[in-house]
């Protein structure tokens, strides 16, 4: 009997792209859209939904075999959905969820099969880290950075700005033998002629890594945002942690006229990179992996795609996973000439020049 892959919010920027990815590979899909009218076409129905509609939710998860939430913001609606995805024993997958929804679900981890943090950042960075750490014999340090040059969708600033309130990271810090230690250094990049200024940013998600492979440093580096944009970030999260805030529409409007004047109209893109040292046979070596494509939902909607894929493909236990416990970046490299990303793996041996693999 054939699988059919539920994709909630199918019209927006993410949840299209994932569609586009999967009728290639000639799944049947069934999709949400909200407000604007889109037809059916080949391997792919569309329907009508409103997910706080929970009725009609539950009629639409139940027709489906796996769920990939790409509706808006995950700390809003994730647990609601994952929880009527149980009640059906039908996957759940969401390309952010991280801390907050492991969390929330807690007391029905072992009654289905919940992946997290699939998505670009966390999400695709996570299967980068999972490469780089497993290049090596013995994997000694973990560095990385993004940088992005387009404008968020409105759900991904609402989205960013709840994750950070339930502990996305830690601002400002960065891990050393062991411990979580305070790092206000930065370091700048040039990426596309342009410079950023970065500073670090430990996310739970290269903490996480870091333990897993008992690394002895890792950083992450996250590009800072304009003082308009960082001023009216923070007076949001204050005004949440106080719970004297009701509406954040007007907000997150005056945010994105910030991203669309500093963006401008050249082209967009988004850019990961990852480096690491380790050993191999008891020499030093060193290896750099990046990805970039003109959009970072193309990048979310591949690793939603292909953690789809793997869950429909195998077998796995019931819990809560994150995307790289899923799938390796080498099923996504093999079909790259597909895909709408650019990548490139750099290696060499201490006193040695760079050997590159691009494609």
Known sequence: MEKIIGILGGSGQIGKRCIDILKQKNYSILATYNQNYVPDDKNCRYMKLEVSDIDALREFIKKCDIILNCAGASFINGENIARIASDFGVPYID?????FLEDRLEDIKNK??????????PGLTGLMLKYVAEHFEVP???EGFNISNEVPSYSAIEDFILTNLSGFGKSLSSYID?????????????????????YNYLTNE?????KKYNLKQANWYNCSFSSEILIKMQMIVQK?????????????????NYFKKEVGIGKTYSYLNICGRGRINGRTSLVEISIDSSSSSEMSAIVLGYTAMSI????????????????????????????????????????????????
Not at 95 to 99: D, K, L, T, V
Not at 182 to 197: A, D, F, I
Not at 337 to 358: A, H, Q, T
């Open 95 to 99: 390309p952010s969820g991280e801390s």
């Open 112 to 121: 289905n099969l919940f992946i997290l943090s699939a998505g670009y950042f």
């Open 140 to 142: 000694l340090m973990i």
């Open 178 to 198: 062991g411990e979580v230690i305070n790092n206000n250094c930065y370091k700048t990049e040039e990426y596309k002629n342009k410079k950023y200024k970065m």
């Open 206 to 210: 290269i903490l996480r890594v870091a």
């Open 240 to 256: 949440m942690q106080q719970n004297i805030y009701i509406d954040n529409k007007k907000d997150i409007d005056e945010i994105l």
């Open 312 to 359: 429909l493909e195998n077998t796995f236990k019931n819990g809560i996973y994150y995307a790289m416990d899923i799938i390796k970046i080498d099923r996504i490299i093999q079909d790259i000439d597909s895909l709408n990303i650019n990548y490139s793996i750099n290696e060499k041996f201490e006193g040695e020049n760079y050997y590159e693999s691009e494609l």
